[in-house]
């Protein structure tokens, strides 16, 4: 806390964006939510994630990329960029996944974890052959909290004050970040916030510049423009998760909580087609498992000699969760190509939402 404090007092108007609050809040050593092994979402932890709410998860994504080392011709190398990897818990189901399968992809896949990416690692040399995967990173990457203020849009900072963070209210930090409600045509009501990353366009432009063919699979919560800043969210997106409890209050636990916010994806689609990757589809998280034989899996657990009905009542419940529209399943998953045939549609997304 000490960190973010005297940062913040040696700021030119002793105040700092949101975003480098959010920031340091994350990744900052010693501090950071996600700074330290033991902070990262498990089943004792503060949420849990769709990889680690049960194998199926990773088994169905395996099964996508099968499908991408196919339409790619099996080559010998298929590479996997994780953003957001964690304790690799989605690359172990995947791995095992593929084996029940027996999918010849298990040998040739090449999976690299990028947890918090140093952008000087060699491996962002190499032309990609393969899937760059972000599953709920981009809800993480650090937000500017814009409010409308009489006929002008402004950003709320992070100053110091009676010994403690508060918000202060000022000019845009740059004027590029109302680009996304420009350019989607949002007009913000007097006083309510919008929650945007240029990190999310940031992500999509990294993805395009290694990827040389292949897939680009983000998975996440989110909505399209218009709906994400509607008047339903006057307060903005940004949601925190500490303790098993959801809240709204970022100063709170500053460290010991994580820092979300829904994620723009026109603001996604129009960063890709600028990119040069070809944007397909757009589907629920439920509808992509179900493509995938997400119950077919269950069927055949349950119709496996000797299968121990614990694991089999864990295995329905967590299906049941990957399908409720009202959390994970209604997740979005969204999907960008190049240098693949993009038809017929992907086992994922035979249910597609838009394209």
Known sequence: ??????????????????????????????????????KRPTREGDFLTAPELHPFFGQCVGRQLDEVWRRLGRPARFTTHEYGAGRGTLRDS?????????????????????????RSDPVFERPLAGVVLANEYLDAL????????????????????????????????SPELAGPLTEAGVRLAEGQ???????????????????????????????????????????????????????????????????????????VERAAVAAGLEPLWSTSQAE????????????????TPGVDPAAYVEARVAVGRFLDPRHLGGFRVLGFVRGMDAEPPLRGFTFRLTR
């Open 288 to 303: 992509f498992l179900v493509g995938l034989g997400l119950g077919d899996l269950l069927r055949e657990l349950g119709d």
């Open 1 to 38: 806390m000490e960190l973010i404090r005297d940062e913040i007092l040696a700021a030119p108007g002793e105040r700092i964006t949101f975003a480098r609050f959010m920031d340091l809040a994350l990744t900052a050593p010693g501090l950071g939510y996600y700074a330290t092994s033991e």
């Open 94 to 118: 995947v791995s095992d996944g593929l084996r029940a399968d027996r999918s010849a992809l298990a040998d040739a896949l090449d999976w690299v974890a990028l947890d918090l990416p140093d």
């Open 142 to 173: 650090p937000v500017h909290r814009l409010q409308q203020v009489g006929r002008a849009i402004g950003e709320l900072y992070v100053t110091w004050q009676d010994g403690w963070f508060a918000e202060v209210f000022g000019g845009l930090s």
């Open 193 to 267: 916030i919008a929650d945007v990353s240029p990190g999310w366009s940031a992500f999509v432009g990294e993805a395009s510049r290694h990827l040389a063919s292949g897939l680009v699979l983000i998975i996440d919560y989110g909505h399209p423009a218009a709906e994400l800043y509607g008047l339903r969210r006057m307060a903005g997106s940004l949601l925190t998760y500490g303790g098993h409890e959801v809240g709204s209050d970022p100063f709170r636990a500053v460290g010991r909580q994580d820092l979300t916010a829904h994620v723009d994806f026109s603001a």
